[in-house]
């Protein structure tokens, strides 16, 4: 048996039947949703650490990228928490790593997914480099593009870098998608926790033309007064 196949195995014995009926729902994969066939079998993300614990140094690339590639999300989870791991545990393998990420991220296509890679593997990265490849994963039509670009940004903002985010969030904050308007709130809710002016600047620029869901998580910590003169767009 291969390592890929013991941690397959691994992956089917941690099954939980409740829970293979309740993510479909939860993560929207029926006709018409945003993540319209991806298929569960109902293991969860606790059990899913606890096997990449195991099995994560010198897995292969190829296999990841098999991972990756099945139909079954909790096998994509399951890769994108392996290369977490070897991002921050060998150097020697981050540039490839990073590769492997931008160049499957129609793989990376739910917001867990999203959530759990892109401030470990894409923001560390890009930390000294050329950052111009966030703006244009922003402008990408794919979804999962939109929101790896803002959430890759929360490794700046957990450093008091808040240059980038706020471009980002300024980029995506028209962005039609109800998950790309939670990415950019949530975002600027993390800057205002940080630095509230930097948020109130930003919000001083855009809050009258923000979707309703983008202005109400950015706003979420601010007083109660103060949060309905912005959501009755009272603030001058």
């Known amino acids: 048996m291969t390592t890929l196949d013991s941690l397959r195995t691994d992956l089917r014995a941690a099954v939980v039947p409740e829970k293979a009926k309740y993510l479909p729902t939860f993560f929207k994969s029926g006709p018409g949703q945003y993540a319209e066939g991806d298929q569960f079998i109902g293991v ?4 899913q650490r606890l ?9 292969p690339l190829a296999d990841i990228k098999t991972l990756l590639h099945n139909p079954i999300h909790e ?16 150097p020697a393998r981050r540039e490839a790593l990073y590769d492997l990420y931008l ?13 759990a890679s892109a401030e470990h593997i894409v923001g560390p990265w890009l930390k000294d480099r050329d950052k111009s490849i966030l703006a244009r994963l922003a402008a990408s039509n794919l979804i999962w593009d939109r929101r790896i670009a803002m959430l890759a940004t929360f490794h700046y903002i957990k450093q008091g870098q808040f240059d980038w985010p706020l ?8 962005d039609p998608h109800d998950l790309i308007q939670k990415a950019v709130g949530w975002m ?16 001083a620029r855009h809050y009258r033309h923000l979707p309703r869901v983008t202005l109400r998580y950015a706003i979420e ?12 767009g009272k603030i001058l």
Not at 44 to 47: D, H, I, N, S
Not at 51 to 59: A, E, G, L, M, R
Not at 75 to 90: C, G, H, P, S
Not at 188 to 203: H, M, N, Q, S, T
């Open 44 to 47: 969860t993300v606790p059990a």
């Open 51 to 59: 096997i990449v614990k195991k099995y994560w140094q010198d897995f």
């Open 75 to 90: 096998e994509r989870l399951t890769a994108l928490l392996i290369m977490v791991r070897q991002y921050q545990k060998d």
């Open 103 to 115: 160049a499957n991220t129609a793989r990376v296509n739910n917001w867990d997914l999203v959530d």
């Open 167 to 174: 471009r980002i969030a300024g980029q995506l904050c028209r």
């Open 188 to 203: 600027l809710r993390e800057i205002g926790k940080r630095d509230r002016p930097a948020e109130v600047a930003f919000l």
């Open 221 to 232: 910590h601010f007083d109660p007064e103060l949060r309905q003169q912005y959501l009755k």
